[in-house]
């Protein structure tokens, strides 16, 4: 049987595969592609009170953004938040994915599903559990933080940076979990077993064996964590309040409320700057350092 | 392989009731008999679920969301498919950029996209309908359909279409004989985990998503911003319900961490 027949290309492969792709790449140019670059347009038009948008290119959206102490303080704020949270999340997740992997069937897979699941639940609905659990005077953790004696008053949450961390870390934990687990997963057992038969005790298996290994995931892990805890926009926006502002939550109002559309755009673009800056150089550096490990 | 020791044990108890304390207090206070927020300490009521039917625009919203979710991730597949299919099997130049661009939804923050679309709706005559919400949301979950119906794609077995070629098969008839049906629990999984990305989605659907065309979450939040009362809670458990059935559903037809992973992109 000659390999002609079991080919038989009417088209070059090239041309097929492009054929294929094509209503893909229309419907992403079009609808993806296209937007952005409008929006960064948009984002040098003037606005004005009166007369609405107008399309002339000038800076001024952009000084206003960059210069002004408003702004500088809710940029600084958001990514404030956005690494406490990575850290939480890196403190909380790398041992509890640990602690999974090594758990027996069926636990494993129970627990998997407890901790990954609420990824698919809605982030409104948790958020809201978060809102009732803070709850001001009334709300359940003060309550039994004064039963337990631990508090004399309660403690804010509502309103606060504090409760925004704690809300986005249980909705953003199930990532660093995923990553780090995703690295365990390669990690071959029996260096360990070396490991504890040459006489390590478990703390040196765990610092020197389990710990570099699970790194990649754990830096990989942080970076997703922190790209979506930094443009976060549902739980800083219903735990933050309309007064305590995060980047999301100020081009939204720059949108829907205010109606300074050219603003509103130099916000959101100027977030999306500053995550991609980020988010590829951390990249490059984990790979880098680690470069066998994403062979 | 060792066993974890008493404190790790104890660690992962706090952290499960941490992932779970929050979604469990939403459900219990939906059945409170209470006119305000508060923990059923009597007895338990469906009064507040009996309420949603009285919210018309709670209702609407649901179905909204289920249209939507249902179409844009058939809509998704339809445009996966080929594309991945083209990215699985053929080197060509340009390959690694098409794969980066489809998946490229995923490093964007939704807020972003949420502010491009609306410009982009209002622009060009779409804004404020059901096609625009249509389209966005396409967009949005299509790297999840990709993903997963790519993953099967690749693991395929070539020789079996090369087999049926051998014996005469059309290409039509190889496709759909061979390669669909190989393929079908990837594109099964990823209409799902496409399904529930889309019926979850509020941060970009809020920008896009007009009064009368409002999902599910958008209403819930908005619903949120004005006062939270036992109806939002009610709204909320019914919404984990159909998540967590759907989840146990995905769990077994495909694994969990299986799905999730490569999430990660994003």
Known sequence: ???????????????????????????????????????????????????????????????????????????????????????????????????????????????????????????????????????GNSGVINKALMNAGLIEAPLPFMFTETGVVVALSHVLLPFMVLAVWAALQRIDVQVENAATSLGADHLTVLRRIVLPQAMPGVLSGAIIVFALAASAFATPAIIGGRRLKVAATLAYDEFLNTLNWPLGAAVAVLLLVALVVVTLGCNALIERRYAEAFR | MSRNGPLAIAFHTIIVAF??????????????????????????????????????????????????????????????????????????????????????????????LGVAFLRFFTQIGLGGGFAGLLLAHLVIVCPFALRLTLASATGMDRAIEQAAISLGASDWAVFRRITLPLIAPGMVS????????????????????????????????LHIQDNIDPLVTSVSACVIAVTVVGLICLDRLYGLDRLLVGQGQR
């Open chain 1, 1 to 135: 049987m000659s390999p002609v027949i079991l080919q038989r290309p009417s088209l070059g492969a090239p041309a097929v595969a492009w054929l294929l792709s094509l209503p893909a790449l229309a419907i992403f140019v079009g609808v993806v592609m296209v937007p952005l670059a409008m929006t960064v347009l948009l984002s040098f038009y003037d606005w004005g009170q009166y007369k609405g948008i107008e399309p002339v290119l000038i800076l001024k959206n952009w000084r206003e953004v960059l210069t002004d102490p408003y702004f500088r303080e809710m940029f600084t704020r958001t990514f404030r938040i956005a690494l406490l949270v990575t850290l939480i999340t890196a403190l909380l997740g790398a041992p509890e994915a640990y602690i999974l992997n090594r758990m027996r069937s069926p636990w494993r897979g129970i627990f998997l599903l407890v901790i990954l699941g609420p990824l698919l639940i809605s982030v409104v609905a948790r958020t809201l559990g978060w809102a009732l659990l803070f709850g």
């Open chain 2, 19 to 112: 992932m779970l304390a929050p979604i469990i207090v939403v459900c219990l206070v939906a059945f409170t008999p209470e006119g305000y927020l508060s923990l059923p300490s009597r007895e338990f009521s469906l009064r507040w679920f009996r309420a949603i039917a009285r919210y018309p625009e709670f209702v609407s919203a649901f179905w909204t969301s289920l249209w939507l979710g249902a179409l844009s991730s058939a809509l998704a597949l339809l445009v996966a498919v080929p594309a991945a299919l083209a990215i699985a099997r053929y080197r060509f130049r340009g390959r690694d950029v098409l794969a980066g661009l489809f998946l490229s939804p995923l490093m964007i923050p939704h807020v972003v």
């Open chain 2, 190 to 221: 990823g209409w799902a985990l496409a399904f529930i990305q889309s019926f979850d989605e509020v941060t970009m659907t809020v920008f896009v998503a007009a009064p009368g065309i409002e999902t599910l979450p958008v209403r819930m939040f």
